[in-house]
């Protein structure tokens, strides 16, 4: 396949809270990795905080953001041909990459954890771009079912919402409450919920919100801005109180009312990370005891999570729901984002 030399890619300029769309070289093939032609990129959260320097993209990225990317494979390093074949279609997440052999990588559940690790949009140029490099050992096959648009969302934000429900410990039959149902996380995790047989209170704001919510799966819709009391409301629908809380909304409030509307044994997955590092996720010790509370955490997926995650639109039971633009519409979609105007996930289409 004659490649070009040259391509069009989305870079960040310096302190500026945007990107601009540039013609850079197409990087060259190392040992070990595989060259993407990348025909759509999803625009996670984490893309909004390093543009907007809310977090510190690292030099080695060269100011290029994106770790959720959908294509084709385009070259083959010698050393790998034996895994991977030009025409194959890949996904790039924000793991890139792993050593392989430390305890984390070695234990069958725990590679996220990698202390060598490399992350697409972060410490290597990302997915804002129309082809870049990864490593062949770590790369996702998107199964036949699937569309580009759609599989790439799930490299990040699908695989996290699908991971986060798992973690609930949330039952076929029990109440699981998705605050910021209606964006990006929220909207994937409703609909692996309700796969999984758990019953979805979800919490927005807005009539856009309520609708995608609704349609989507949910039994209940809460609207933050104009309730009142929002655990009371709880406890009117669940009784009890619910069997768990997947905190897609990185927001102050999100955290401190999620322990409040759990019920006894209930669990707390936080999913969204502020950038605020005072906001905290608990509850007083007190509430904690005599409720028996579980607070977890989750990143991403594993490789594994991935597949089975991408196997669940593959199956046609979870598909995103998109908004599309393309590379030179990537700042107003990340402002767009940043003010919780998007409904979904945004994806822009990279290779033409």
């Not at 079912?145 to 029990?174: F, H, L, N, W």
């Not at 009312?257 to 605020?276: H, K, S």
Request: proline share 5%; with cysteine; aromatic share 6%.
């Amino acid at each position: 396949m004659t490649l070009p030399k040259h391509q069009q890619a989305a870079v960040k300029q310096g302190q500026e809270p945007k990107c601009e769309v540039t013609t850079i070289d197409v990087p060259q093939l190392g040992p070990g990795q595989i060259l993407c032609k990348i025909n759509y990129s999803g625009i996670c959260g984490t893309d909004k905080a390093f543009i907007f320097n809310e977090f510190k993209m690292k030099e080695t990225a060269k100011g290029i953001s994106g770790h959720e990317g959908a294509g084709t494979v385009v070259g083959v390093a010698e050393d790998v041909k034996d895994l991977w074949k030009e025409g194959d279609r890949v996904g790039v997440k924000w793991v890139t990459s792993i050593c392989q052999r430390c305890e984390f990588c070695t234990n069958g559940q725990d590679e996220l954890h990698c202390p060598k690790q490399r992350n697409s949009g972060n410490s290597v140029p990302g997915t804002f771009q129309e082809y870049c490099v990864t490593d062949a050992r770590y790369a996702t096959r998107i199964p036949n079912g699937v569309k580009d648009e759609e599989a790439g969302p799930i490299m990040c934000g699908g695989v996290t919402a699908y991971v986060a429900c798992k973690r609930s410990q949330v039952r076929p039959g029990q109440w699981i409450v998705v605050p910021g149902a209606g964006g990006g996380l929220g909207h994937l995790a409703i609909q692996y919920a309700k796969t999984m047989g758990m019953r979805v209170i979800a919490i927005d704001g807005g009539a856009e919100k309520q609708k995608l919510c609704l349609e989507l799966g949910a039994e209940h819709f809460i609207d933050f801005t104009t309730t009142k009391d929002i655990p009371a409301e709880i406890m009117h629908i669940t009784t009890y109180g619910a069997h768990g809380v997947v905190v897609t909304a990185a927001s102050r409030e999100g955290y401190a009312t999620a322990p409040m509307l759990l019920r006894p044994g209930g669990t707390v997955v936080a999913v969204g990370i502020p950038t605020d590092m005072t906001i905290v996720a608990g509850a007083p010790p007190a509430l904690l005891c005599m409720k028996r509370l579980n607070i977890v955490g989750t990143v991403t997926g594993t490789l594994k999570d991935v597949d089975e995650a991408l196997d669940f639109t593959a199956r046609g039971l979870v598909r995103p729901v998109l908004t599309h633009g393309t590379l030179h519409d990537l700042n107003e979609l990340i402002a767009k984002l940043k003010d919780g105007k998007i409904a979904g996930r945004a994806v822009v289409k990279i290779a033409a």
